[in-house]
C-alpha cells in the first residue's frame, strides 16, 4: 500500500491539495511505463488536446494491466506539454482515472509534441 506525505504546513500546498510525496512500501514490485503520447493503435493521433490525453491514459492503463497493475498503483506522473492550457484538461482527465491525492505534482516542459504521460508504479509483493 503506497503512503502519501500532504505536507501543507512545511510545504506550500498544491492548488488541489495533492500529496506531496509518495511512500513505496519494502519490497514492492516497480514498473517503469516510458513516455506515452495520444496516437491510436492505427497510428492515428484524435484532433484535440483532451481526445489525445484520453488516449495516453487509456494506453498507460493497458500497460498497467499487462502487468496486474492499475492507476492506484501508480507513484509518479511526469506530465510533458506544449501549450501550458492543456494542463487542465490533463487533471480532468487524469481526475476520473484515480484518487483525488494523485492529482498533482505536474512537471511542465516545452516539446514539439501536445503531451506526453509517464509513469512509475509499485505493487506490494507481500
Same mark, same amino acid.
Given at each position: 500500500?503506497?503512503?502519501?506525505?500532504?505536507?501543507?504546513? +512545511?510545504?506550500? %500546498?498544491? *492548488?488541489?491539495? %495533492?500529496?506531496? !510525496? @509518495? $511512500?513505496?512500501?519494502?519490497? =514492492?514490485?516497480?514498473?517503469?511505463?516510458?513516455?506515452?503520447?495520444?496516437?491510436?493503435?492505427?497510428?492515428?493521433? /484524435?484532433? @484535440? /488536446?483532451?481526445?489525445?490525453?484520453?488516449?495516453?491514459?487509456?494506453? #498507460?492503463?493497458? #500497460?498497467?494491466? %499487462?502487468?496486474?497493475?492499475?492507476? $492506484?498503483?501508480?507513484?509518479?506522473?511526469?506530465?510533458?506539454?506544449?501549450?501550458?492550457? #492543456?494542463? !487542465?484538461?490533463?487533471?480532468?482527465?487524469?481526475?476520473?482515472?484515480? =484518487?483525488?491525492? +494523485?492529482?498533482?505534482?505536474? $512537471?511542465?516542459? #516545452?516539446?514539439?509534441?501536445?503531451?506526453?504521460? $509517464?509513469?512509475?508504479? *509499485? +505493487?506490494?509483493?507481500?
Amino acid at each position: 500500500m503506497l503512503k502519501v506525505h500532504t505536507l501543507n504546513e +512545511q510545504v506550500r %500546498a498544491h *492548488s488541489n491539495n %495533492a500529496g506531496h !510525496a @509518495t $511512500e513505496v512500501p519494502p519490497h =514492492a514490485r516497480w514498473l517503469f511505463c516510458n513516455g506515452q503520447v495520444g496516437a491510436r493503435l492505427d497510428g492515428t493521433i /484524435p484532433d @484535440t /488536446p483532451k481526445e489525445q490525453i484520453h488516449v495516453i491514459f487509456d494506453r #498507460i492503463g493497458t #500497460i498497467l494491466g %499487462a502487468a496486474n497493475m492499475s492507476f $492506484e498503483d501508480v507513484v509518479k506522473f511526469s506530465v510533458y506539454v506544449t501549450d501550458g492550457d #492543456i494542463i !487542465a484538461d490533463n487533471l480532468d482527465v487524469r481526475g476520473d482515472r484515480y =484518487a483525488p491525492w +494523485q492529482k498533482g505534482g505536474v $512537471e511542465n516542459a #516545452i516539446g514539439r509534441l501536445v503531451g506526453r504521460e $509517464e509513469c512509475v508504479s *509499485s +505493487q506490494d509483493l507481500n
